[in-house]
Structure formats: C-alpha cells, structure tokens
C-alpha cells in the first residue's frame, strides 16, 4: 500500500487576508508568498520550514476547496526551536493572548510541551517545543 511521507501545504479560510497575512508574517515570523495559480489568478501562502499554508478569503475560495471552508474552524499545531518563555513574551508584547499553557501534549513523536494562542479568525494555534 502507498503511504504518506509529509505535509506539504494546509489551507486556512480567512476573513480577511491582509489581517491574516500580517498575524502570520509579524506574529509567528512567516514569510509572505504571492504565486500564480493554474487558472492565472493570484494566491497567498506563508511559507515556513518546509511547509506553507494557502491563504483561502472566505467566499472566494478556490477549487477544489474544503466541502465547509469556514475562518476559525482550524486547530493546528507548530514546532518551535525557541523556549516557550521567549513565545509568551512576545504574545505579551504583541498584545496576543496565550489562552493556556505551557502544558504537557502528546506530539507525533512524542512528548511535547504547548502554549496555545488564536489567530485573527479565531483559529487554535498551538506552539510547541520536543521533550
């Protein structure tokens, strides 16, 4: 049988993109990307490590998209090189709200540790470290 090796990209429905883009870029250190889809139309990402996450505004969606793309439906989790401490400084003096941790989880791996934040859609964030 075939198997999955990673993840390439995920796509987040947004209210709106320039909010989005900002909290993604300024806040978690993202890199903005614009590309040319197929069909010739502009798109969004925020390019990270490997990885990058699509930027969908809601009701404008591209195809093929989720079967119920809403803004704020998304609990995603990032692993983070940094101590959780310099994480919550920089919420704190982004006037971003840790809504809990740190607390002990169960990564991919193994043993993690998290805070967890909302982006501007309301969507979970949770940052965390290995070990």
């Avoid at 995920?10 to 993202?30: C, H, N, S």
């Avoid at 139309?41 to 996450?53: M, N, P, T, V």
């Avoid at 998304?74 to 401490?85: E, I, K, Q």
């Avoid at 919550?88 to 971003?96: I, R, T």
Wanted: glycine share 8%; net charge neutral; aromatic share 6%.
């Amino acid at each position: 049988m075939p198997s999955i090796s990673s993840i390439d990209h995920l796509v987040l429905t947004v209210a709106d993109l320039e909010i989005a883009k900002r909290f993604y870029a300024d806040i978690l250190g993202m890199e903005v990307q614009e590309f040319a889809a197929s069909d010739g139309s502009q798109r969004i990402a925020l390019k990270f490590g490997l990885q990058k996450i699509n930027l969908h505004p809601a009701g404008k969606e591209f195809s093929p998209k989720a079967n119920s793309p809403t803004p704020g439906s998304a609990d995603v989790c990032f692993l983070t090189a940094n101590r959780l401490a310099s994480w919550q400084d920089h919420f704190k003096s982004a006037g971003v709200k840790v809504v809990e941790g740190p607390v002990a989880r169960t990564g991919a791996n193994g043993p993690i540790t998290s805070i967890y934040v909302r982006d501007p859609d309301k969507n979970l964030i949770e940052i965390a470290t290995r070990g």
